[in-house]
């Protein structure tokens, strides 16, 4: 994925591993970077983005992170 580097985004993406994060609105590199990388980085740094969002981001483990906070506060 490529996104602005504010909020989640910067936990979500590690830039040049699993994405690219783009600082200050300057867009135009990061898209001729990413047009420029050949395309087994480019299938790598996707099955890297994908691999991330289920070790870290999955409707299941978001619940039980916030399960565990709600149990947290009792």
């Known amino acids: 994925p ?19 994060l783009v600082f200050n609105g300057d867009w135009l590199p990061v898209f001729k970077e990413i047009i420029q990388l050949s395309k087994e980085k480019r299938i790598a740094m996707g099955k890297a983005a994908r691999q991330s969002i289920m070790q870290e981001f999955t ?6 992170r916030l399960k565990a906070f709600f149990q947290s506060l009792l």
Do not use: F, K, P, T
Request: net charge negative; glycine share 16%.
């Open 59 to 64: 409707y299941e483990i978001q619940a039980e």
């Open 2 to 20: 490529i996104g602005d580097a504010v909020g989640m985004n910067r936990q979500v993406i590690s830039d040049g591993d699993n994405g690219r």
